[in-house]
């Protein structure tokens, strides 16, 4: 199906003419991220956890200890959520009363289950590594056993998901039109900052390929 079908939980109420239940703008949205926030309940509090995540398909993998409180928590329930955001401007109207943001966001509901399955587990943490940075699961050492089985990871196979997105100008009344007061967007972006090395790194070690051409996508959806 090329569309999420609408439900109770990912039917976008305020402000539906933003929602998108596309598959391949949600995909985008999420490749082009690799932060979730993920929530959970924990002794009757809910608590939000912001962690990486990697997509194959229909499903996100996320990781942790296996001591870890959401993990575990997660999968104790039947369905979960995660969300993900892109800040993409401050919309700077004449009146304060409609200043706003343009984002795209994503919710995704699903089904956790616990990856046990070795090879598995080391896929889902290529995926999310190369999620993060392109190209470094091959410069890096990979987990080795004990590593690996003091990993929890968990898949949530995506069964619900809407998008939703904002990317217009700012939109004022038409009496504050006349005002003498500067309207419009200021764009934001996410860009790579100086390369740090570590000062243990052996003499002659070269940036690798994956730091030099790391970018941060940014993607447009206009027209969608």
């Known amino acids: 199906m090329s569309e999420f079908s609408k439900s109770s939980l990912n039917k976008v109420v305020r402000g539906p003419k933003r ?16 932060l979730c926030h993920v929530p959970y309940v924990h002794e009757n509090t809910s608590i939000v956890i912001p962690t990486a995540y990697g997509r194959k398909n229909d499903t996100i993998f996320i990781h942790g200890s296996l001591k870890n409180r959401m993990l575990l928590s997660l999968l104790d329930q039947e369905k979960v959520s995660l969300t993900v955001t892109h800040l993409d401007g401050l919309v ?3 009146s304060v009363f409609h200043h706003s943001v343009n984002y795209r966001s994503v919710v995704a509901f699903g089904t956790p289950r616990l990856v046990n399955d070795s090879d598995e587990k080391m896929e889902a943490l290529e995926i999310i590594t190369e999620n993060i940075i392109a190209g470094r699961w091959a410069e890096a050492r990979i987990p080795n056993e004990k590593e690996l089985n003091g990993t929890l990871v968990i898949a949530i196979e995506i ?26 967007v200021l764009e934001l972006e996410v860009n790579a900052g100086r390369v740090v090395k570590n000062q243990d790194c052996k003499e002659g070690i070269e940036t690798p390929a994956s730091v030099k051409n790391f970018k941060f996508q940014n993607r447009e959806v206009q027209g969608r």
């Open 92 to 94: 700077l109207a004449r």
């Open 159 to 184: 069964t619900e998901a809407s998008a939703k997105v904002r990317e217009f100008e700012a939109m004022d009344e038409l009496a504050d039109q006349d005002l003498d007061i500067w309207a419009g």
């Open 19 to 34: 929602a998108h239940y596309d598959r391949a703008l949600i995909n985008e949205i999420l490749d082009s991220h690799f």
